[in-house]
């Protein structure tokens, strides 16, 4: 679409509007300055967006739990019995539902067992992680102290007001274990021994943990299973759990980005029992992760990464393309379940998502899998939230990789510093979605083109999503273009606006990010939107995450 066609489509689009009798609070003279349009139909649901899609993911991982999380009750860091405080006071403000732990692949070799008790009679472990630790990595990170085990985890979890998501290991424990968990966790005060155990470390009433993941990622460091042979354990492993009246939501380890046989064999294999076997999965684990910048000249995982924090345009836009085959993924999955299960009883769960740099760019140089997030992962960021936001009836939970000090981290901390990512900003101007309804919205713009090695390449122009609580909507959007804006006619369908107003997040400088000393270069800036009127035009800046909050009349 040129200019001058779009102009007309809207022209159009406008005067059709007017005489279906919608209410607009859209350009009139302005409108032959926009080159974008977002159109909401607030009579066109598309579901609850499940508040648990802005999930978390902490796992026992170098600086994650140990300096990230927990600092420990002696710390002279500021903390909440053992918690880093800023991080609690940030986890609130975002209104953090769920956090999955205590891995990724640390899971399938931990013994829960081994985090209960009195903290100073905790054995300590080698962690799964500790042959790609540093040697000036802290000890904690190769040899695991157990000082956070589940009563602490649990008392994170409700420091913060979020959700525990256990991942019970599957590769190097039996199914006894994990209902062993389960009743440590559930089983109502003095009704077992292993209540008794939980009452004495000063936890006598049950968790009441609802999610747990049936391994991770059984295809790889899970106990690299086919998935036939994981629809096996899996059904053995489910076979009894015990409930104590809780609903258990169990999550099935599933494919990792178009892996569509692991979901097709799966699914195979567990109906091969019945198809009453599927009532015992509540989701299906997704992983996606977007790390290969080499423009299809190798599929090497370590040679295909890129640079978090060098990098030209063309790699932000390879990056978002990666980030953006989720809504491909979602789908696919999604349809290649549909063959056994045709109600949709099991949702997808995609409990680790985000870009993954080669290593570089940590902020604590000791830290594995540490980098710093910039404007792009925001965008990245943003974009994801908006496409599980456009699938609510298929997505039940979704899981960030990871909290802190690690990938596409919401917040850094080392010691006693501490600053929040451009991610982690992120999920704050999101976090008005949960739980909302989401609505059909269309996005015009023009495509973005670059060069993608002497061949010409696109990218969309403008995308977002769009939910409504009560009478409250809020629109998101990003602009991917790193350095043309939008000039943005929206349209409301179905209710007139009272008041508004709107955030932003982005830079002059693609390459923006927060650091230990410049913790705010990428900060959101809010202002208040005339919407009074009948015209609201917007500017949406290049590389940039909106954030619009509308109360309808
Ligand atoms: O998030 C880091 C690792 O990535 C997780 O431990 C694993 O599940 C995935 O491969």
């Given at each position: ?194 209540a008794d155990m939980r009452a004495k470390t000063g936890y006598a009433e049950p968790f009441h943990v609802r999610f747990w993941g049936v391994g991770n990622e059984s295809w790889g460091c899970g ?68 790390w290969n910048l080499s423009r299809g000249r190798t599929q090497d995982w370590v040679a295909g990464k890129g640079d978090a924090l060098q990098f030209e345009a063309i790699d932000w836009y390879e ?235």
């Open positions: 679409m040129n200019r001058r066609q779009f102009l007309r489509d809207s022209a159009l689009a406008s005067a059709s509007v007017a005489l279906m009798g919608a209410v607009r609070f859209a350009a009139h003279a302005e409108s032959a300055l926009t080159d974008s349009r977002i159109e909401v139909l607030l009579d066109e649901p598309l579901g609850t967006i499940s508040a648990n899609i802005y999930g978390h993911f902490a796992e026992n991982l170098s600086g994650v739990l140990y300096d990230g999380v927990w600092v420990g009750t002696g710390s002279k860091v500021p903390n909440v019995d053992g918690f880093r405080k800023d991080l609690i006071e940030q986890m609130r403000k975002i209104k953090a539902p769920v956090v999955r732990y205590p891995g990724g692949c640390f899971a399938d070799s931990y013994d829960w067992q081994d985090g209960i008790g009195p903290p100073d009679q905790r054995p300590r472990r080698t962690n799964f992680w500790a042959g790609e630790t540093s040697a000036k990595s802290p000890t904690s990170h190769s040899y695991d102290p157990n000082q956070v085990g589940t009563n602490e985890f649990v008392h994170f979890c409700r420091l913060i007001g979020a959700e525990p998501y256990l991942a019970a290991n599957v590769r190097s424990l039996p199914p006894e274990a994990f209902y062993r968990w389960v009743e440590y966790c559930n089983s109502p005060a003095h009704s077992t021994t292993l106990g690299d299973f086919t998935p036939q042979e994981y629809a096996v354990e899996f059904r053995r492993y489910s076979s009894w759990l015990p409930s104590y009246g809780e609903h258990l939501s169990l999550v099935a380890s599933g494919p990792a980005d178009d892996d569509w046989n692991w979901t097709h064999d799966f699914f195979e294999e567990i109906v091969r029992k019945g198809a009453g076997q599927i009532e015992r999965i509540y989701g299906l684990a997704l992983h996606h992760y977007a990056l978002l393309k990666q980030g953006d085959q989720m809504e491909t993924l979602v789908n696919g999955h999604w349809q290649s379940m549909e063959e056994f299960d045709h109600d949709h009883h099991v949702k997808l769960v995609v409990d680790e998502w985000g870009p993954w740099y080669r290593p570089g760019s940590e902020a604590t140089p000791s830290d594995l899998l540490e980098q710093t997030p910039t404007l792009r992962d925001a965008v990245f960021s943003a974009m994801t939230l908006d496409t599980f936001n456009r699938h609510p009836e298929k997505i039940a939970m979704a899981n960030c990789a990871q909290l802190i000090n690690c990938l596409n981290s919401l917040y850094l901390a080392h010691e006693d510093q501490f600053v929040v990512t451009p991610v982690g900003h992120v999920f704050g101007m999101y976090a008005p979605h949960q739980g909302g309804q989401a609505v059909r919205t269309i996005f015009s713009s023009p495509s973005v083109h670059y060069d993608r090695d002497g061949k010409p390449a696109s990218f969309w122009g403008l995308r977002g999503s769009a939910s409504l609580r009560d009478k409250d909507l809020t629109l998101t959007a990003v602009n991917p273009h790193v350095s043309d804006a939008r000039d943005t006619e929206i349209v409301v369908h179905g209710a007139a606006a009272k008041s508004g107003n709107i955030t932003t997040l982005t830079h002059s400088d693609i390459h923006a990010h927060n650091t230990f000393q410049q913790r705010e270069v990428v900060v959101p800036q809010t202002k208040a939107l005339a919407v009074n009127g009948k015209a609201l035009v917007l500017r949406l800046p290049p590389a940039s995450v909106t954030s619009i909050q509308i109360q309808l009349v």
